[in-house]
């Protein structure tokens, strides 16, 4: 609205109203003014101030005020004067009581042009002699009164009654305003805060820095002296303190009590928000001590609920009589609620931690049997190719130099053996593969002699096509010959007629040495390909099922691995793939 418009409107409502003479000019200015703080300030205390000086201006009074009603002790309360004595700071005035409390009473302004033949006057100044006093109106209920005061006699008259009736009503629509917006901007700051708050408490893993931090969001979310956290144990019907948090943080103090000897106990049982303004006078058996010592006066209790039952209650302090408002009581409630959400989160992660040690111990204990049944599938072809040595080594079929060979390979084996029984001793220990530069013409060969006999056996001749001889890996010895061993096994129960097997290398684009072995077997049924690689899968009865998923695991720890290429009827192909060791 335009300053014009506003002063024809003005204009429009004084006459009509009453108001003429010399303040008219004056009124309009002051009118405007006052409805001008709404846009200049956010601040109430600023605006009662503004609003003063306005009437002092108009009316050229000696003194004035604005009390406000307080809804807690029902008292109004001056909070901004002019031309008041010192005696007068912080006076409280009882509704119903003098000029000021009558109209507070009654929501009607009153003229007194003569304060002492009123007989509703009480002397706050002895130097008052004329008086007029209109309500401030909030939603058609007082909640504050605009007083003028005159050291002279019929110092106003019904005209500035009413215009300072047109003050007060825009006074009250300029408080209105501004409390509003205050309000507003307090809920936009509890909402950040409360979010922040529920990041804080949601992040916590253990109930007790759960709880910590509850209470220290509740003193800064409600403003209060201390704030305090009871959880209930249901089986022995107490309430236990786990937090307390003043001005200086955490209090160690120790509190047990019975709901029913406290009012926390109304608020658990009745699963419901309870309020006390003095905790002074009432039979409390809470915090005796502290109560007494930090003057508390006034507490607020609310129940931290979860699925329908109360688990605990999140109680505040202030060291003044306070009645706990709207907003205060949603707070307070949504903090609470947060609370348990957070308590029994942190509980089940508890019992989860538990469930999941307990879950490693008895995969500790499977994996133990996973590994002596690997140990025992991995010592016994060792001790085959021992024994099979051994008996060409004893019948004496062999010349001088393959026997010395063949002992070769016995001792060999039998360090073989040796690190699989420190793998045992070494259980839940990483150990890590023992890698040496080896050339894979020479592994090809070494394993050749490995099954030689047990291929005479199973009438299966080996094929070693050309190997390149300066191709080079980094590897365990004793590893990747189980691992081809596994696979040379496999392929031999696959002919149990008889047949041919193959090994040959190759060279893959990014440089990797591929080792293909090749059998002349009945293949891999087409419902087991895709899981030959399971533990415990086998289609040979004699077998156990490990033989494939250790030689995966074998070549995985090579950064390498193994693949099935090709099975069917005229054979099945696998694929070793290896990467060169550094030159």
Known sequence: MSRGSFRSMVWRVTTESGVSGQRDGRALDALY???????????PAVALEGILDEVMRTFDANSASIALL???????LIEVERGFSEDTKGFELPVGKGITGWVALHGEAVLAPKVAEDPRYFPLNPDVKSEMCAPLMERGRPIGVLNVDSFLEKAFNDSDLRLLCLLANEAGRVLENTWLIRQLRRKAEQLQSFVQAGHEVAGKREVEEVLRTIGREALEL????????????????????HSLRGPDGSLDLNETLRPSDSILGSALRGLRQVQESDLCRTEEHH?????????????LATPLVYEKKAIGVLSVYLDKAHRFNDDELLVARALADLGALAIENARLYGIVLDTEENLRKS??????GMLAAEIAHEIRNPLMVLRLLFDSVRTGVETDGEAEKDLSVIREKLDHLEQIAGRILDFGKNREAVRTDLFLAELLDDVSRLVRI???????????????PDLVVSADKGQLQQAMLNLIL????????GGSLSMSIDLSSEGKAMIYIKDSGRGISEDMQS??????????????????????????????????????????IFRLTLPLADS
């Open 33 to 43: 003014r006052v409805s001008s703080l709404v846009g200049e300030t956010e601040d």
């Open 70 to 76: 307080d809804p807690t002790s029902v008292k109004l």
């Open 222 to 241: 409600m403003g209060c002296r201390f704030s305090a956290l009871f959880l209930y144990d249901s089986e022995e019907d107490l309430l236990r303190l």
């Open 287 to 299: 915090f005796t001590q502290l109560i007494r010592d930090e003057n508390l006066r006034s507490m």
């Open 363 to 368: 995969e500790r204990l499977t994996t133990l």
């Open 454 to 468: 047990k291929m005479v056996l199973s009438k299966v001749e080996l094929e070693i096509e050309s190997v390149p």
């Open 490 to 497: 496999n392929a031999l129960a696959a002919m149990p007629e």
């Open 531 to 572: 899981r030959i690689f399971e533990t415990f899968l086998t289609g040979n009865s004699e077998g156990v099922g490990l033989g494939l998923a250790i030689s995966k695991r074998i070549l995985r720890s090579h950064e390498g691995n193994l693949e099935l290429v090709d099975t069917g009827a005229e054979g099945t």
